[in-house]
């Protein structure tokens, strides 16, 4: 019984180059979020996403960040051109439909921006 | 003011007693709370959740929700060195309409052998 699935689970970057951040949910899960961890800080929700729609990205930057959950597939976080303030911890999370907001996290994906 | 409000810490038990976390949310109709534990470098995992006023008790876990005081709180019985962690409180916040939790900094927890 996989749980959420994340890779790569560490990516290192150098400034300006683009990150692909990959999330798989549990079988059968339909929502999808990504949340984002700084050092030292909590978790910040950024955008959350239903097959092939996003339904509420008001966490996420609005420049450089995209999120798709396509029909089949992972679900990608990408960030363009990154800087080293994107240096972070970036989880993704998953819940049923019907189940309410329970969220069950990946092992999340740690990327280095030199 | 913060949405969700933790103490830092750290909070230090000694082994086998019963630590408390504490957790206070602004959005007063806010409907479901969850208290995860996250160890060091790792993700975070569901311990539980709660949606009504009262007690919930899981094991060694008890959950406490009082909604007129705004707070929710975690008590762990036993502690044990293993329980050592970060405890995170997140709160869906109703009044957004969304299904994102909202996560407190933190408490961390040293449990003393």
């Known amino acids: 019984n996989a749980g959420v699935m994340q890779n790569p689970r560490h990516l290192v970057r150098r400034r300006g180059q683009e990150a692909r951040l990959r999330c798989s949910p549990v079988?059968?899960?339909?929502?999808v979020y990504w949340y984002r961890q700084l050092p030292e800080e909590g978790l910040k929700f950024m955008v959350y996403l239903q097959k092939e729609n996003i339904i509420d990205e008001s966490g996420m930057p609005k420049e450089r960040f995209s999120a798709e959950f396509p029909k089949e597939g992972p679900s990608i976080l990408r960030i363009q051109q990154v800087v080293r303030g994107d240096s972070a911890a970036y989880f993704c999370a998953s819940s049923p439909e019907g189940a309410g907001e329970t969220q069950y996290f990946g092992p999340g994906t740690r990327l280095l921006v030199l | 003011q913060k949405e969700v409000e933790q103490n830092s810490g750290p909070l230090s038990v000694p082994e086998g007693a019963i630590a408390s976390l504490n957790c206070t949310y602004s959005d007063r109709v806010s409907q479901s709370f969850f208290w995860y534990r996250q160890y060091s470098g790792k993700s975070p995992e569901l311990i539980m959740s709660i949606y009504s006023n009262g007690d919930k008790e899981d094991g060694r876990f008890t959950a406490q929700l009082n909604k007129a005081s705004q707070y929710v709180s975690l008590l762990i019985r036993d502690s044990q060195p293993s329980d050592s962690a970060t405890y995170l409180c997140?709160?869906?916040?109703?009044?957004?309409?969304?299904?994102?939790?909202?996560f407190g900094s933190g408490t961390r927890l040293q449990v003393q052998p």
């Open positions: 997140a709160v869906n916040m109703a009044r957004t309409g969304r299904r994102a939790l909202t």
């Open positions: 079988k059968g899960h339909s929502h």
